[in-house]
């Protein structure tokens, strides 16, 4: 108790402190500060005042702006001169002022003055959130049409997307979008990221490993639709070069596109299901031979896979056959055949997953995969089946 009050009496030295702060930036501002400093700005004397970025200076001094009255005729008005003498005391914070300066600057002259007492009463008992609340209850209530419908023709949607490599070989996703597309994205994502509680145990990724994961798979899903655009009279593709000896060892590093690289096992993991582009590499990595495109799975095959797997065949995994890859129980790189008794449905994490682990896949004799979990899960090894699909009735 003890230490939680020495914090709060710190936040109102703290704030006090700010709100006077913010009185001084305003009146040297209405002095003149090129005059007075040599800045064109207050907020360019406060960046360097108090080594703050630029953004966080123009912001203490809109705040403080709509606190304090100016001098000039030109100054903006005062907003909330009420909330300056409670700020001034301690007792807000920062959130809380700009929630209530924002309120009242949507509600005409004529009646601010007694929202802001309403605001600071309720303030004295509640969250900024809550606050906030009732600032647009009581906008709502002077102005219940709300503003006139625009009639102007619709924007073009706001959206923006960067996306670039780094010298670490990580890739930065930077990007802005309008409602719709962002509520569209996040519902992607959600249903992609939700955890997976497997045999193999519970889901320990964090929200944002899960997110990343999930954006993965969904990249996935669009490279594997059927309308997806051509690209110089081919679909979409990453060419990934190997050397055969690396991709049968997975041991080593392949070429990934123009500048990046993975590992050789990264490469086998592709190898399962891609569309692959043999290039046969002499002895100082010269091309040799390109062969042409061929894709493993053919698409009567993977209609069968589907069918019988009816998704992710791991244990206990729920991803259904869109969200899936094929893979090789014997690798076709050592003479492994493209059939329905060598491949397996899997979603991307668990056929990671396979490739990493202990973890084994084999064909029973009834046609239908099983997997044996590695010998620190279960010492016997028996065999698990995922009984989520329910999988139908199938002759090989």
């Known amino acids: 108790m003890a230490l939680a009050d020495r914090i709060s009496t710190l936040l109102t030295v703290v704030r006090s402190a700010e709100a006077e702060i913010g009185a001084l930036l305003v009146e040297i501002e209405s002095r003149g500060v090129m005059e007075l400093f040599g800045y064109r700005s207050v907020a360019r004397l406060f960046e360097h005042l108090a080594d703050v970025p630029k953004s966080a200076a123009e912001t203490v001094v809109k705040r403080a702006r709509s606190l304090h009255p100016g001098h000039h005729l030109d100054s903006p008005p005062t907003v909330a001169p009420a909330t300056a003498a409670v700020a001034a005391e301690g007792r807000l914070s920062n959130p809380m002022i700009d929630t209530i300066a924002g309120a009242l600057t949507q509600i005409p002259p004529e009646h601010r003055e007694d929202a802001e007492q309403h605001l600071l009463a309720f303030a004295e008992e509640a969250g900024h959130k809550q606050v906030a609340a009732l600032g647009a209850r009581i906008i709502a209530h002077l102005d219940p049409d709300g503003p006139e419908p625009d009639t102007t023709e619709p924007a073009i949607p706001n959206r923006e997307l960067s996306l670039r490599r780094k010298r670490t070989g990580i890739w930065e996703l930077h990007g802005r979008f309008d409602d719709e597309t962002g509520s569209r994205a996040s519902a992607l994502l959600d249903a992609l990221a939700e955890r997976r509680t497997t045999d193999e145990g519970g889901d320990h990724r964090s929200p944002q490993e899960r997110y990343g994961d999930a954006f993965s798979d969904a990249i996935d899903l669009a490279l594997n639709a059927p309308t997806l655009p051509m690209r110089a009279g081919e679909r979409a593709h990453v060419m ?110 668990h056929h990671r997953l396979l490739h990493r682990s202990g973890w084994e896949v084999r064909i029973a004799a009834d046609g239908l995969p099983e997997f044996l979990p590695p010998a620190f899960l279960d010492k016997r090894r028996k065999p698990r089946r995922n009984n989520l699909h329910q999988p139908l009735p199938f002759a090989a």
Request: proline content about 5%; aromatic content about 2%; overall charge positive.
């Open 240 to 349: 990934v070069a190997v050397s055969l000896k690396d991709l049968k060892s997975a041991v080593g590093q392949a070429t990934l596109g123009d500048t990046g690289t993975i590992t050789a096992a990264e490469a086998r993991i592709h190898a399962c299901d891609s569309m692959i582009i043999p290039a046969v590499l002499g002895e100082k990595s010269e091309p040799l031979n390109l062969g042409r495109l061929r894709r493993l799975i053919s698409a009567g095959l993977r209609r069968a896979l589907y069918l019988r797997d009816r998704g992710c065949a791991f244990p206990g995994c729920h991803r259904p056959p869109r969200h899936c890859q094929g893979h090789h129980i014997r690798h076709w790189s050592e003479g492994g055949p493209t059939n329905l008794t060598n491949l397996v449905l899997m979603c991307a994490h």
